[in-house]
């Protein structure tokens, strides 16, 4: 359903020339420069534009888009109504985007006050008259311009992953419009981990069997106990570690065996033992666990050393694409991957690890484009003709994707 404000000025000349000037939303401006679409593939309705060739697009989920014509994008609303609450309250927003709630109202009003006094110096001398009134016609509520900051600053960092917008061409990712730090993948993907690990540690039995029975939850929560150990973990690790040792053979059966190991208790011996034993793949993937209780820490301690450890920056990236994929959080994971894609030269290794990680998540038009760049530089005909058959491998899966969704 259109939203109120932008059904008045759809109806109404008057005020749809005034959103236009001064306050830069100018509905007969919705042609962008180039055909853009989102990463997520979700739907994209261009609604406005401004005099520098800027356009505003409407989200699948209502949100606001502002594409500039220089190639960078964010959200600046979670709707047409928030959106126009801050172009008429804030129309230099724009020089706004690098503003935070952290940077104090002084600073924040002193900003304001200097952009506007331009404004009413140079074109717009009844500025705040046009304001008073288009707000009233379209029953916007009047905000603080500090309130009217935080709400632009929290939509911009909304932007990704669920609106990531991309040429639609040459498919490459717009630039942030802000230029605010964003947490690392990590981070994103242990945040489930670690409110599983908290819920774990209320000794909740039904929440034991809940979380140990959900295998992306269960890894998750093991990835949580890698960074934040505590010695009253024992009980619930040997939980998650018996609940792992029941699927299959992975890297976090070895990280629960090593966390259950760091205790050193010789009652917990037994239960390694029995997990290194349950089949081959474990007897080879936990080689070399000692048989003797005193020894099982040092064991622990190494191979923590060698293959853990406690900073999350030092885990390969492949892990936590791997922990986003089994939770679902692919739109996360595809910014990640095209956005390294973007900044990736001309390095044939790591094109290749992109190429098949954007394959694993479906997005074959991702996974080619790496693939064209990687066939770009080899240099031997061998080295051709392979690249060549991969890429005639993705684009036949990327066909019958597209069947499989039609």
């Not at 140079?122 to 905000?143: N, Q």
């Not at 024992?234 to 059966?253: F, P, Q, Y």
């Not at 692919?330 to 390294?340: C, G, N, Q």
Request: hydrophobic content about 40%; aromatic content about 6%; some cysteine.
């Amino acid at each position: 359903m259109t939203e109120r404000a932008l059904r008045l000025l759809r109806q109404d000349p008057r005020l749809a020339e005034l959103a236009a000037f001064p306050f830069a939303f100018d509905l007969s401006r919705a042609d962008h420069v180039e055909e853009v679409r989102l990463a997520s593939g979700g739907p994209l309705e261009p609604i406005a534009g401004d005099d520098s060739g800027g356009t505003y697009f409407v989200c699948g989920d209502g949100s606001v888009l502002y594409a500039d014509s220089e190639g960078s994008a964010g959200t600046i609303g979670d709707s047409v109504d928030e959106a126009l609450e801050i172009l008429v309250g804030l129309p230099g927003w724009h020089d706004y985007v690098g503003l935070s709630p952290t940077d104090g109202e002084a600073r924040i009003l002193a900003e304001i006050a200097d952009t506007e006094g331009d404004f009413r110096e140079d074109c717009v001398p009844d500025l705040d008259a046009r304001r008073t009134e288009l707000r009233a016609a379209l029953g916007l509520p009047e905000r603080s311009p500090a309130q009217l900051v935080a709400r632009l600053h929290t939509a911009l960092l909304r932007t990704e992953p669920d609106h990531l917008l991309l040429n639609a061409v040459e498919h490459l990712a717009y630039q942030r419009l802000d230029p605010h730090p964003r947490p690392p993948l990590w981070e994103q993907v242990l945040a489930k981990g670690r409110t599983d690990l908290a819920l774990l540690r209320t000794g909740d039995r039904t929440v034991w069997d809940g979380v140990a029975g959900d295998r992306p939850r269960r890894v998750a929560a093991l990835r949580a106990a890698q960074y934040d150990r505590r010695n009253t973990d024992r009980a619930l690790l040997r939980h998650l570690l018996k609940h792992e040792a029941d699927a299959s053979m992975s890297d976090e059966l070895r990280l629960a065996v090593v966390l259950v190991g760091l205790h050193g208790l010789a009652e917990d011996l037994p239960l390694l033992r029995e997990v290194h034993e349950t089949t081959y793949d474990t007897w080879c993937g936990l080689a070399g666990l000692p048989d003797e209780a005193g020894q099982v820490q040092e064991w622990a301690r190494s191979f923590d050393d060698s293959n853990y450890g406690m900073d999350p920056d030092d885990e390969p990236e492949s892990t936590w694409l791997e922990l986003a994929r089994d939770q679902g959080m692919v739109e996360a994971a595809r910014t990640y991957l095209i956005r390294e894609l973007d900044d990736t030269g001309p390095d044939t290794a790591q094109l290749a690890v992109l190429r098949d990680e954007l394959a694993l998540i479906g997005d074959y038009t991702q996974a080619i484009r790496a693939q064209r760049l990687h066939r770009s530089l080899q240099d031997t005909d061998e080295g051709r003709a392979a690249a060549d058959a991969r890429l005639a491998e993705l684009e036949r899966r990327a066909v019958e994707a597209a069947a499989a969704e039609s």
